[in-house]
């Protein structure tokens, strides 16, 4: 019997499910307003009412955006709401939050941020193996006519989709 065939073991399972990435807040809107040139999976510096918030699943990276100054890189607007059993200690829901990165990738980030047109923007918040995770893309802003084409697509692809669904189901 061909090792690929065996069972896998509780224990296995357990930490195929801990590695899995369990996502907490997606930023749709990103896709939209930008091309996606490039990402990068930073690590986040947060407070232990900001993890227990992101624990809950409560999070927003509607209004986010990435800034690098003093070869840091700061995470600003992100919103993490208090945490609901938190006392005195708890944090500011929007405040600005470091993001870990080696200073090779600040550096490279840095500079190909400085080109006209490009920012960073924040895409996902999740956890892997029990770290928050925030994954960040150099992105080039679109024209509104590059939204409309991007719509108009989206929307073909979805028309094409049904009528290979009815066509397949024998409807005419």
């Known amino acids: 019997m061909p090792k690929e065939w065996k069972k896998q073991t509780a224990a296995q399972k357990a930490k195929e499910a801990s590695d899995a990435k ?3 807040a997606r930023n749709r809107r990103a896709t939209h307003d930008y091309f996606i ?3 990068l999976e930073a690590g986040l510096s947060l407070t232990g009412t900001e993890v227990k918030a992101l624990r809950m699943g409560r999070a927003s990276l509607a209004e986010a955006w990435v800034e690098i100054y003093d070869g840091e890189v700061w995470l600003h607007q992100a919103n993490i709401p208090e945490y ?5 200690t708890n944090h500011a ?3 600005k939050r470091k993001l870990l990165l080696h200073k090779e990738e600040i550096a490279k980030w840095g500079q190909r941020s ?3 047109g490009y920012t ?3 895409l996902e918040l999740y956890f892997v193996r029990g ?5 960040i893309g150099l992105a080039k ?3 509104e006519w590059d939204k409309r084409q991007a719509l108009r697509e989206a929307q073909d692809k979805r028309e094409a989709q049904r009528e290979i669904q009815r066509f397949a189901k024998g409807h005419r």
């Open 141 to 143: 802003g679109k024209q």
């Open 84 to 88: 609901l059993a938190g006392t005195w």
């Open 37 to 39: 040139e490039d990402r």
């Open 131 to 135: 770290i928050a995770k925030v994954q």
């Open 22 to 24: 369990k996502v907490i």
């Open 93 to 95: 829901p929007t405040r």
């Open 120 to 122: 960073i923007v924040p």
């Open 114 to 116: 400085a080109a006209k």
